[in-house]
């Protein structure tokens, strides 16, 4: 997919979604298939056009937020989403393009992270899940 002719504040509010889909779908996903690479593509879009033209504060703020909530329902991996090869030969690497280097986590996710930007399991709440006896 070319993002050429899509403005950042559309790339942002699609990363946005991205992650809000993924939190929602998280059983579903293939931590290894081209989900998780289209995805990520997104967001290397925003880095990319971040190094040539810095954001509004209010821009950084929500990418911030955004890339929190990835984050939580991903865990660090050993290799990158596209390869090591690809990786060395792209010039990518694990600080600058953190993003590259998730992974899917399903029992962390079905255990610890919020279903969606800014909604939280019962249990965080205060509230026992079902299932699960109160703390």
Known sequence: MSFARVNLPALVALWARQVDDLAREIDRIDPDGADMRERVAVRHEIAQRLRIRPASAETRDLLHEF??????????????????????AEGWTRQREWYFWRRVSARRIRQDAPRSVGEHHPHELGEPCIGSQAP
């Open 67 to 88: 890339d929190d909530a990835f984050r939580a329902v991903t865990a660090e991996s050993l290799t990158c989403a596209y390869g090591d090869d690809r990786a060395a």
